[in-house]
């Protein structure tokens, strides 16, 4: 069984859908067989949040949830203007997960399609633009339009995605988008939930679970198996909720797990607006980092990233198995070797060149000898850090010298 999120890249599964031309015919049918769920909270960001509500067709019922009394009447008065809107109370406890496994469950098991959004509040004013952004992600992405809110129902009616689902956050102080989100405990508190739930699937810590934040469309079938487990709100943690390693921040990780187990794929959803602006800044993001990493010695491009950290482990072993080690080569590759060695916690007892009075003394802290100054034996160790033009040439130098413990990375 393959994992979703190998599935949403080999199978390409994003989806940019337009937000203002119906791609999809959708019955009145399906309109009635679906139902959003929405849970609010916070009080300064409701009229926010009402406007994006304003896009979802009047045929698809609306069941709003909170937890905090200073908001009901306001939630009141909104839900008294539109027919097809209805509000619940809930437990203070389990947040937007809570408001959807606990008080809107029963209501999801008569649907077909559903779709579930909560709102959003930065932790410090330091993330204040990045959660303005991922609450852009979130709800833009989600009901931007009733065009689009009609393409969603048309995608997931006509394929075998069974969720739909904004991608992972992205902005200048989240990291989200770049490393493996699974996060301190939330892996194996997913293991745990997943045998609870008896849920069959490719579960692997190296693989970033691709729904994360609890906003997206489905089918109710691709999460059935979570629907009718009958959660209470004594299964969430309580408040203050910490920032990791809950129940609540396992679950939002697996529902594309969810999804597999019932025969559904999991794909990304951006209107088209959202993904120009996302390209533009992860080009900006990338260029800069890029030139960081060339300016610094330590890469070109990514590909030489990987192509380094493979050999991670060989050379870790081979610096610790040598009495010395030296690198064969101070120029740019040599230099760049020295740097991943540094960040890996190894250094090098010297560089070696061929002549040395072209060189100063020491380079990055490190000596410069000249390969016949040292001494050789069988334990030392030798890594050729030069270009693909002199290493052949290099290579047999070290070998007449004796040395018998050398190391060529591959395509430095």
Same mark, same amino acid.
């Given at each position: 069984?393959?994992?979703?999120?190998?599935?949403?890249?080999?199978?390409?599964? +994003?989806? +940019?859908?337009?937000?203002?031309?119906?791609?999809?015919?959708?019955?009145?049918?399906?309109?009635?067989?679906?139902?959003?769920?929405?849970?609010?909270?916070?009080?300064?960001?409701?009229? =926010?949040?009402?406007?994006?509500?304003?896009?979802?067709?009047?045929?698809?019922?609306?069941?709003?949830?909170?937890?905090?009394?200073?908001?009901?009447?306001?939630?009141?008065?909104?839900?008294?203007? #539109?027919?097809?809107?209805?509000?619940?109370?809930?437990?203070? /406890?389990?947040?937007?997960?809570?408001?959807?496994?606990?008080?809107?469950? *029963?209501?999801?098991?008569?649907?077909?399609?559903?779709?579930?959004? #909560?709102?959003?509040?930065?932790?410090?004013?330091?993330?204040? *633009?990045?959660?303005?952004?991922?609450?852009?992600?979130?709800?833009?992405?989600?009901?931007?339009?009733?065009?689009?809110?009609?393409?969603?129902?048309?995608?997931?009616?006509?394929?075998? +995605?069974?969720?739909?689902?904004?991608?992972?956050?992205?902005?200048? #102080?989240?990291?989200?988008?770049?490393?493996?989100?699974?996060?301190?405990?939330? =892996?194996?508190?997913?293991?745990?939930?997943?045998? $609870?739930?008896?849920?069959?699937?490719?579960?692997?810590? $190296?693989?970033?679970?691709?729904?994360?934040?609890?906003?997206?469309?489905?089918?109710? *079938?691709?999460?059935?198996? +979570?629907? @009718?487990?009958?959660?209470?709100?004594?299964?969430?943690?309580? *408040?203050?909720?910490?920032? &990791?390693?809950?129940?609540? #921040?396992?679950?939002?990780?697996?529902?594309?797990?969810?999804?597999?187990?019932?025969?559904?794929?999991?794909?990304?959803?951006?209107?088209? %607006?959202?993904?120009? &602006?996302?390209?533009?800044?992860?080009?900006?993001?990338?260029?800069?980092?890029?030139?960081?990493?060339?300016? &610094?010695?330590?890469?070109?491009?990514?590909?030489?990233?990987?192509?380094?950290?493979? %050999?991670?482990?060989?050379? @870790?072993?081979?610096?610790?198995?040598?009495?010395?080690?030296?690198?064969?080569?101070?120029?740019?590759?040599?230099?760049?070797?020295?740097?991943?060695?540094?960040?890996?916690?190894?250094?090098?007892?010297?560089?070696?060149?061929?002549?040395?009075?072209?060189?100063?003394?020491?380079?990055?802290?490190?000596?410069?000898?000249? =390969?016949?100054?040292?001494?050789?034996?069988?334990?030392?160790?030798?890594?050729?850090?030069?270009?693909?033009?002199? /290493?052949?040439?290099?290579? @047999?130098?070290?070998?007449?010298?004796?040395?018998?413990?050398?190391?060529?990375?591959?395509?430095?």
């Amino acid at each position: 069984m393959q994992n979703p999120y190998d599935t949403l890249i080999e199978k390409n599964l +994003i989806h +940019i859908v337009s937000d203002n031309c119906p791609q999809f015919l959708v019955s009145d049918d399906i309109y009635n067989e679906t139902a959003v769920a929405v849970n609010l909270y916070y009080e300064d960001t409701l009229e =926010f949040y009402f406007t994006y509500l304003e896009n979802i067709p009047d045929a698809i019922s609306i069941y709003i949830y909170s937890a905090n009394e200073m908001i009901w009447k306001r939630i009141e008065q909104y839900v008294s203007q #539109h027919n097809n809107v209805f509000f619940y109370k809930k437990e203070n /406890r389990g947040r937007d997960l809570s408001a959807f496994l606990v008080a809107f469950r *029963e209501i999801a098991l008569k649907k077909q399609f559903l779709c579930f959004l #909560h709102d959003k509040k930065e932790k410090s004013s330091y993330f204040k *633009e990045d959660t303005v952004n991922w609450i852009k992600n979130l709800w833009g992405n989600t009901v931007c339009s009733k065009a689009y809110i009609q393409n969603v129902l048309g995608v997931l009616n006509n394929s075998q +995605i069974g969720i739909l689902t904004p991608p992972i956050p992205f902005g200048e #102080h989240f990291p989200y988008w770049y490393i493996n989100r699974w996060g301190k405990e939330n =892996f194996s508190l997913a293991e745990q939930l997943i045998c $609870k739930l008896k849920i069959k699937c490719s579960l692997e810590r $190296k693989k970033i679970p691709i729904t994360l934040g609890s906003v997206f469309w489905c089918r109710m *079938e691709a999460i059935r198996k +979570i629907l @009718e487990y009958e959660w209470s709100y004594e299964d969430f943690d309580g *408040e203050p909720l910490p920032d &990791n390693g809950t129940v609540s #921040h396992a679950m939002e990780r697996i529902f594309a797990y969810a999804a597999q187990d019932a025969g559904y794929s999991t794909a990304w959803i951006m209107c088209s %607006q959202y993904a120009q &602006n996302l390209i533009l800044r992860l080009w900006q993001q990338g260029r800069n980092a890029y030139e960081i990493l060339e300016r &610094n010695g330590i890469a070109r491009n990514p590909d030489e990233l990987v192509r380094l950290d493979r %050999q991670r482990d060989r050379i @870790e072993e081979f610096c610790r198995k040598s009495s010395s080690v030296f690198l064969y080569g101070a120029g740019f590759e040599g230099r760049r070797f020295a740097n991943w060695m540094h960040l890996w916690g190894l250094r090098a007892d010297g560089f070696v060149v061929t002549d040395k009075t072209i060189m100063p003394e020491i380079l990055h802290g490190i000596p410069i000898y000249a =390969f016949g100054e040292i001494s050789v034996d069988k334990s030392i160790g030798v890594i050729i850090t030069v270009g693909d033009e002199l /290493r052949g040439e290099i290579e @047999e130098a070290v070998r007449r010298r004796g040395i018998v413990r050398y190391y060529i990375p591959y395509e430095i």
